[in-house]
């Protein structure tokens, strides 16, 4: 119930955080996900990590590999690139 609370709040702010503009389209983050691992996308999250909004953005390489790339939604910058 806690966490279920905690997880509304946070669903909530993020809600918030995107409709007044302040994190970048999702079409702009899987382009810049899409230069840095070229693939097929399986999967898009949107997380609260320390105050920062992180895209964790899944896909699946011509080589059949899964690797994720971690994007800060506020500005674009790839803060990770790995192997899922």
């Known amino acids: ?3 279920k609370a905690k997880h509304a709040r946070e669903h909530e702010e993020i809600r918030a ?18 230069q840095q ?5 399986i999967e898009v999250e949107l997380e609260s990590k320390r105050g ?9 390489t011509e080589s059949g590999r899964v690797r994720e790339v971690k ?5 674009g910058t790839v803060l990770e690139i790995e192997d899922d």
């Open 1 to 3: 119930s806690d966490d």
């Open 37 to 41: 691992v070229p693939g097929d996308v």
């Open 17 to 34: 955080t995107m409709q007044r503009g302040e994190v970048l389209p999702l079409s702009r983050i899987l382009e810049i996900a899409q």
């Open 71 to 75: 994007i800060d939604a506020r500005n």
């Open 52 to 60: 920062a909004l992180i895209y964790e953005i899944k896909v699946l």
